[in-house]
């Protein structure tokens, strides 16, 4: 298994996500001298081309994607690159693939990034050509199926040819260092851990909201819709790096087992502890946009909202709700969590006039890697007429706190991870299947009362409802 790659495959290597994520990572990392000297990249797709146009191919993307401080000399970069067409789907052309391939020195990172329906065929063919043996790994890119049958199907399909130990399924936003960084954070200090239950923490938000709309992916969101696009995944994980126990090691082992005993802790939630929604029409930064209708053409019951109360069923979280909600066209691009703490149990200034507010700690993840811990302290003053308390913010921005450091996209350490095989970073079955499990209960309680999206306007924080059901338990979302 610890085998650094010497060749990586590239399958939907013209796609966007290639040209995107994959390619400029790659090159990234190559520029920093992280790719070993004889790493070669082989990209498959079904356009036809040859290695030279695959090259001015990717050199077109790398101009277009990478930010322009990260561009530098591309020749050897594009020099590691072949391409090989295939129609993924006949058995025919595999053993061409092998042979462009070659026979690799140490072993084979294949890095699986088309429609998931394509995955059974593409193992099938990858089997007959012998490119399936033991030195080769299999990374896997989301959708991982749209519910968990066609999820465990993809996942056995996979499982025919390729061990647990060498499937690297991504979530994009465990590669992301702010995400890492809740490791450090909860695990690398002493002062937060003995706070991080229940009996101190009052809830838990988690809000990933974007300003973009369907930005073309016209087929794919419209059958996927917010729930199984950014909830099953990404915010799941990031639930989940929340709520686990301290795992004894950084390993793949020890963080997957403690990420999944809360994935499987989630308590089914009801369809009334859910708000769905679709925008409108309206304006981002002053900017007019269309409805989501508008965009896709036709009417559609799609949700491109959704707030969810979850809760995690165990005695570190018992009564202790966590807030969900993403959402297309919202009013800002921000992903963070808030640990909203509890009141002290007793409050010396009460008799004194003095109001409290409770801790809150904000853990920004992007766009700004902020983390702020709201305290209470006492204005200044003689307090002749009382004593007076206000919220102050003790903030450590990461980007000051480390401003020497690159800022890496996620793909560039998920790639490295990849072919040099640590699994850590990658969601194992059974979390996958545990957060589907739990997904597919709360689509079918929509199914079941016939619940169809609000309509918020675009640049709005989703429906109303979605206010209420925080509101209702005197909960505000931060914002
Ligand atoms: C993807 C979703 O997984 O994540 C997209 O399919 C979404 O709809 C994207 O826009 C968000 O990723 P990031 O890294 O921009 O937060």
Known sequence: MSFTADRLLLFGATGDLAQRMLLPSLFALDADGLLAADLKIIGTARSSMSDSEYRNFARAALEKY???????????????????????????????????????ARGLAIFLSTAPSLFGPTIKGLQSAGLTGDNVRMCLEKPLGTDLASSCEINDAVAGAF??????????????????????????????????????IDHVQITVAETVGLEGRVAFYDDAGAIRDMVQNHMLQLLALVAMEPPAHFDATAVRDEKVKVLRALRPVVAGETVTGQYRAGAINGAAVPGYDEELGKDSDTETFVAIKAHVDNWRWKGVPFYLRTGKRLPKRVTEIIIQFRCVPHSIF???????????????????????????????????????????????????????????????????????????????????EAQWDWIDAI????????????????????????????????VTWHE
């Open 66 to 104: 990478l930010p322009a401080d990260r561009r530098g000399r591309m020749a050897e970069f594009l020099n590691r690159l072949s391409y090989q067409t295939l129609d993924a789907t006949t058995l025919e052309g595999y053993d061409d693939l092998a042979a462009k391939v070659g026979t690799p």
């Open 163 to 200: 061990p647990e130990n060498r499937i690297f399924r991504i979530d994009h936003y465990l590669g992301k260092e702010t995400v890492q960084n809740l490791f450090a954070l909860r695990f690398a200090n002493l002062m937060f851990e003995p706070l991080w239950n229940a009996a101190h």
């Open 350 to 432: 009460a008799g004194k006039g003095a109001t409290m507010q409770p801790n809150r700690l904000v853990i920004g993840i992007q766009p700004e890697e902020n983390i702020t811990l709201s305290l209470m302290a006492k204005v200044p003053g003689l307090d002749r007429e009382g004593i007076r308390l206000r919220q102050v913010p003790l903030n450590i921005a990461m980007q000051d706190a480390f401003s020497g450091a690159v800022r890496r996209i996620a793909y560039e350490r998920l790639l490295l991870d990849l072919v040099e095989g640590d699994q850590t970073l990658f969601v194992r079955r059974d979390e996958v």
């Open 443 to 474: 689509r079918a309680g929509w199914a079941a009362e016939g619940l169809t999206p609000k309509t918020y306007t675009a640049g709005s924080w989703g429906p109303s409802a979605a206010i209420a059901l925080a509101e209702r338990d005197g």
